[in-house]
């Protein structure tokens, strides 16, 4: 399993939201770049990425500081928020980004998220947001009447990388990670799932190895790590070689 790092971008910052909303952010720190450095001088393997304006803009709007990040590390990134043609899928791939995720337009345009996973193999990640297990969209500010499971299993051939799965309701809270929908969605595909929203600390790492479903290959820690309350050193060591 791997511990990905969380780096949310608004205005160029390092921010927390809770349940998505801009209203609610925390700034953790006025330089992304120097965050994404300090991560990976700990050890993390990945870092996980969001444009949160270009989320909600559906457009990328934080270029500046994502490219600052990739020049400050030499570990891969994943990158969501606005990405929503094959132009900036291609460009960011391009300039370095390890794999892109595709949220919004998994729902809108089911059909671009598979030429891009076929044009770019193992670099395109899905990226499913629920609220009350349905799927949220444009930057969660919409909600679907689209089923979490259903959305993943359109993609179940298609050759994406991954699966985020983030739970809208404890994202930002550290309330805890939602183990049981994780492991649901890990059974239901054989696409590998990546949990997210919520983690709150060691307890949400062990439960989700305890749950021993193989599919969840990694969660996202955001608030927890910038809180002080999870440990990253303590946290890698966790999952020390294992791989996904």
Not at 1 to 25: E, N, S, T
Not at 100 to 115: C, N, Q, S, W, Y
Not at 121 to 132: E, H, Q, T
Not at 165 to 185: H, P, S
Request: hydrophobic residues 55%; contains cysteine; charged residues 20%.
């Amino acid at each position: 399993m791997i511990l990905f790092p969380a780096i949310d971008l608004k205005a160029g910052q390092a921010v927390r939201l809770q349940q998505g909303d801009m209203a609610r952010a925390t700034v953790f720190n006025t330089d992304p770049a120097a965050q994404a450095a300090s991560f990976a001088s700990a050890g993390a393997r990945w870092l996980h990425v969001v444009d949160l304006d270009g989320a909600f803009a559906g457009r990328p709007a934080n270029a500046a500081a994502v490219e600052a990040i990739l020049r400050a590390v030499d570990i891969p990134v994943q990158l969501g928020g606005g990405i929503r043609s094959l132009a900036p899928i291609e460009a960011w791939l391009g300039k370095g980004i390890a794999r892109v995720i595709l949220g919004t337009v998994a729902v809108r345009d089911p059909a671009l998220v598979k030429e891009a996973a076929r044009r770019f193999p193992g670099r395109v990640v899905v990226g499913i947001d629920a609220r009350d297990g349905r799927v949220a969209v444009e930057g969660w500010a919409d909600r679907s009447e689209l089923e979490t499971i259903e959305l993943a299993r359109r993609f179940e051939d298609a050759g994406v990388a991954a699966i985020v799965f983030t739970d809208i309701e404890r994202d930002g809270l550290l309330k805890g990670i939602n183990v049981a929908a994780t492991a649901e969605l890990a059974r239901a595909v054989s696409v590998p799932v990546i949990a997210s929203g919520g983690l709150a600390g060691m307890a949400d790492l062990h439960a989700l190895k305890a749950a021993g479903v193989p599919g969840i290959a990694g969660v996202i820690a955001g608030r927890a790590l910038y809180d002080g309350r999870l440990d990253l050193a303590e946290a890698l060591a966790c999952f020390d070689g294992e791989t996904i």
